[in-house]
């Protein structure tokens, strides 16, 4: 395991709480479009370039930031066993409950028919497996029970590649990172040139998806490497903007100018930014994960039960509803969940001191 050879920033000043925020309601914005006409035709994003929703955008970021962050956060960590304590209480408990309340509540009030028993889906949740349920929201658009759930597995995904890119004496290794970013967000497109006899049928958006999500991880760890305060310039920024919007009219382009335009934006954003209010928004009471997890089925219930037609108004209310929803989940079970795991961790220090740190193996590599 290789600390990074490079200062990165410890201090919590930054609006990187209020840009999950924002990107938690942008897929909200996204799927409210989608819901109501069944495809993207009135989706804003697709509309302009006919490429990336402001969904998709938003996951990118998510996983920008979450690649900055949980790489920065192992190469702190005092060893591996705490990373991995960390991480699991951050993601597993609040998908857990979310997953019993889409699968008990939710789907009953969907029309959907009884399927695994509660015990067996307790279990299926733990790995990260969205809720399924027979003729849910038969009817209506999109019949998914939780769609956007189909993330998590990716999330925790990279959070074992890390340990692995460490074992390989990878993760500090910007040039390493930046090419294999490179690799995932480009190859999947090349694949669609393949003659049909080679057609990799279902397979290819696995590859897809995964590919642009890995990819979009590890640019936000590779931006955490090389990032020192001479890389924010105003003239930077135009430069990343206009890499990123003369990218995403192109399929095979526009998730390649995320990684490099939009990359450098976020954490200008994040990071530069001195209004005060965004620093705040968020920055207490993470609710941004809760949001995520609870908005899709608030708003087909909405549909299904209200019948909305205004896609403002529908995307008004379950923002307001999935914030509440948010802040609960955050509350209720995921900050307890940061807190025993912090607790558990500490008592596990008193007991052995001496643990070995990722930093003492650094060091040795070096």
């Known amino acids: 395991m290789i600390e990074a050879p490079v200062p990165v920033r410890h ?41 990336l929703s402001l969904g998709d955008l938003a996951v990118n970021g998510f996983f920008i930031i ?81 769609a956007p759930l189909w993330t998590i597995p990716w999330e925790f995904a990279c959070y074992i590649l890390v340990i692995g890119l460490a074992y390989a004496k990878a993760i500090s290794k910007p040039v390493v990172l930046g090419c294999a970013a490179a690799f995932l967000l480009i190859v999947p497109h090349l694949l669609l040139r393949l003659p049909p006899s080679m057609a990799l049928g279902d397979s290819y958006a696995f590859m897809l998806n995964g590919g642009r999500l890995i990819g979009m991880f590890l640019a936000g760890a590779t931006f955490m490497l090389i990032e020192h305060d001479r890389i924010y310039s105003r003239r930077n920024a135009i430069l990343a903007s206009i890499i ?7 399929a095979s382009l526009a998730s390649v100018g995320v990684a490099i335009g939009g990359t450098y934006l976020v954490f200008m954003v994040g990071f530069r930014s001195r209004s005060t209010i965004l620093r705040n928004i968020n920055a207490r009471n993470d609710i941004s994960y809760g949001v995520y997890l609870y908005a899709w089925p608030i708003e087909k219930l909405l549909v299904m039960y209200v019948g909305f037609t205004s896609m403002f108004v529908l995307g008004a209310v379950t923002l307001a509803l999935a914030f509440v ?4 989940s955050w509350i209720i079970v995921e900050k307890p969940a940061v807190n025993v795991a912090r607790g558990f961790m500490k008592r596990q ?18």
């Open 349 to 366: 220090h008193r007991l052995w001191p001496r643990a070995r740190k990722v930093s003492d193996s650094a060091a040795e590599a070096r």
């Open 244 to 250: 990123m919007i003369a990218t995403l009219p192109f």
């Open 325 to 328: 929803a948010g802040y609960l």
């Open 11 to 51: 201090d919590r000043g930054n609006s990187l709480g209020f840009l999950r925020l924002l990107f938690a309601s942008l897929v909200i914005v996204s799927h409210t479009t989608e819901l109501l006409s069944g495809d993207r035709s009135s989706e804003p994003l697709s509309m302009i370039f006919g490429t």
């Open 66 to 146: 979450s690649g900055y962050l949980i790489t920065k956060s192992y190469l702190g960590t005092r060893s591996v066993h705490d990373y991995l304590i960390k991480r699991i209480a951050r993601i597993l408990p609040g998908f857990v409950v979310a997953w019993l309340i889409v699968a008990t509540i939710v789907a009953p009030l969907a029309g959907g028919q009884e399927g695994m028993s509660i015990l067996a889906g307790a279990g299926w949740s733990l790995l990260l497996q969205a809720p399924y349920s027979a003729h849910a929201f038969a009817g209506t658009y999109h019949n998914s029970l939780n």
